[in-house]
């Protein structure tokens, strides 16, 4: 779903992403296996 709407520039695709994989973790999550694994690294990776 996120890939789709992104793709209509319904929503902003890291913004998006990056909130999915953080309510998954706030909801108790230890782990999360994600598509977005490389590309979430990457951008946190960019945060200053």
Do not use: F
């Not at 789709?4 to 929503?11: F, P, V």
């Not at 998006?16 to 999360?32: C, N, P, T």
């Amino acid at each position: 779903m996120i890939e789709a709407a992104s793709a209509q520039g319904w929503i902003d695709r890291k913004q998006v992403a990056m909130e999915s994989l953080m309510a998954i973790r706030r909801a108790g999550a230890d782990a999360v296996l994600t598509y977005y694994a490389a590309e979430a690294a990457r951008w946190i990776k960019e945060t200053p």
